[in-house]
């Protein structure tokens, strides 16, 4: 069965350092994979987004996930955390056809002054 | 343009009582779905319509809930006699998903949420 791990459930980082929020998927055949965001009280908001080919991706709000299928990873990055980076960030795999998301438990990051 | 909206942003019921929450999609969406966040289960996936194509109902956690989608964009998930483990926000999204698309139409937007608290 189709899963998703984020082995952290919270991070904290100082701003200005970089910051790396770890996702493994299980999933038999080429995954399409997600990373989301979401503000307390928000909705989710799409922050990149892997189908195929580069598998370094690059998204919204200078955050940036490499596909790693030897090691089925989609780790999320930013080089420099700005304190409105906190959030909860959620991974998500496409399943089949019809498309729909199964996501990991989420990580909370925590940004300190 | 216009995102996915919901309503009503929050819903206070009682035990037993029906409720409706309504999802509108972004304009010319053909797939949308409807998933749950809850603090026990993380988010889950309850039901995706396509189309007129049948709906996939695998995510339906039981009998009680229901959803339909009229003329191929508003769609409305009722649940019926709530329970307290119901409580939850109820997340709806949408995605292109053309016959002639290719795989980036499946990237899914998602509205703002209803949250449903159950006393």
């Known amino acids: 069965a189709q899963s998703v791990t984020q082995p952290d459930i919270h991070i904290t980082v100082s701003e200005g350092a970089s910051l790396e929020l770890r996702c493994n998927y299980s999933y038999g055949a080429t995954p399409y994979l997600f990373w989301y965001v979401q503000s307390p009280g928000q909705g989710l908001q799409l922050l990149l987004k892997?189908?195929?080919?580069?598998?370094l991706v690059q998204g919204i709000k200078g955050f940036e996930a490499e596909f790693k299928r030897s090691q089925s990873s989609f780790n999320l990055r930013k080089p420099s955390v700005h304190w409105s980076d906190a959030a909860e960030y959620f991974c998500?795999?496409?399943?089949?056809?019809?498309?729909?998301?199964?996501f990991g438990q989420g990580t909370t990051l925590q940004v300190k002054p | 343009g216009a995102g996915v909206s919901q309503s009503p942003s929050n819903k206070v019921t009682e035990k037993g009582k029906d409720v409706e929450l309504r999802c509108d999609p972004i304009?010319?969406?053909?797939?949308l779905y409807w998933y749950r966040q809850s603090l026990g289960q993380g988010l889950e996936f309850l039901i995706y319509f396509q189309g007129n194509s049948a709906p996939d109902k695998s995510g339906l956690p039981s009998d009680r809930f229901s959803a339909e989608r009229t003329g191929g964009s508003v769609s409305t998930l009722t649940i019926q006699r709530t329970q307290q483990e119901d409580s939850a926000v109820y997340l709806c999204?949408?995605?292109?998903?053309?016959?002639?698309?290719?795989?980036?139409?499946?990237?899914?937007?998602f509205g703002p949420g209803t949250r449903l608290l159950v006393l």
């Open positions: 304009s010319g969406h053909t797939a």
């Open positions: 998500a795999v496409g399943a089949g056809n019809t498309g729909k998301l199964i």
């Open positions: 892997y189908f195929s080919g580069d598998t």
């Open positions: 999204a949408s995605s292109l998903e053309s016959l002639a698309g290719g795989l980036g139409e499946k990237t899914q937007y």
